[in-house]
């Protein structure tokens, strides 16, 4: 087994053994969004013709719950180690700034995927949507992993303290994630508030993975795909020019 193979199968490890905590929970709080919005709203709200709004909020639930997750894995796995000084170790290693992009972004994605596929599961006895275009879901499901993963690398690379971290969690990543249409479609919104939809990175995400089950977005799928391609590129590229530069590692 190679360096990044093993560091990749360290990170996996590390959050399936309490994956009641970080796969479990994420799934019951998906689980409780669900059951409370769709009780509340399911008579009031119909976004597309003929989907129920339980359905059309499912893929919003799975995806957010996949980004959050995706960013808390990289996010937690590099501060933890910092803050108790067992990333010194990991440092004595030969592997490349690559390697451990790579290693950390690929178990992010594992759990993303895991945390999604829970709520999917889960959520499939309320609600059965469609699944039209299968491979949109899973292209946006991965880079969205993905992209978040890296962003969540580079948090942890920033973070000295876990205070710091969990601004990071809730000032950003949070606002951000419920506020890309999880629960409402953003031609709901006031002209001005769609605008600034449309500079929200998450909105994409959730957008084009959404019209992987219904065939029906609010904004071309292909362009939400350009899009989260480009923010992952740009994001990966810091990740790893911080990994190779030793970014509040090396000191």
């Known amino acids: 087994m190679s360096g990044w193979q093993t560091l990749f199968y360290k990170e996996v490890l590390r959050f399936w053994k309490v994956s009641f905590q970080t796969v479990a929970a994420p799934v019951l709080t998906a689980l409780l969004y669900l059951l409370i919005f769709a009780h509340v709203l399911e008579d ?21 719950s996949l980004l959050q997750n995706a960013f808390a894995n990289s996010s937690s796995s590099i501060i933890q180690s910092k803050i108790m000084g067992s990333l010194v170790f990991l440092l004595l290693t030969p592997l490349s700034h690559r390697a451990w992009f790579v290693a950390y972004v690929g178990s992010s994605v594992v759990r993303g995927l895991a945390v999604g596929a829970g709520v999917m599961a889960v959520a499939w006895w309320f609600a059965q949507p469609t699944l039209v275009a299968p491979l949109w879901i899973l292209a946006f499901a991965i880079l969205g992993a ?36 999880v629960f409402y479609s953003i031609h709901s919104l006031p002209a001005f508030w769609q605008q600034v939809s449309h500079l929200n990175p998450f909105f994409y995400m959730i957008d084009g993975f959404r019209y992987g089950f219904f065939g029906r977005s609010d904004t071309s799928p292909w362009l939400s795909l350009a899009l989260v391609s480009v923010a992952l590129a740009v994001v990966s590229a810091i990740a790893l020019h911080l990994l190779r530069t030793g970014y509040k590692v090396r000191h």
Request: net charge negative; proline share 4%.
């Open 146 to 181: 993905a992209l978040l993963g890296a962003l969540g690398l580079i948090a942890g690379l920033w973070a000295e303290k876990f205070d710091q971290m969990a601004a990071f969690q809730n000032f950003i990543i949070m606002p951000m994630t419920f506020l890309s249409g």
């Open 44 to 64: 009031r709200v119909q976004v597309y013709d003929s989907v129920s709004y339980t359905a059309f909020l499912l893929p919003g639930l799975v995806m957010m």
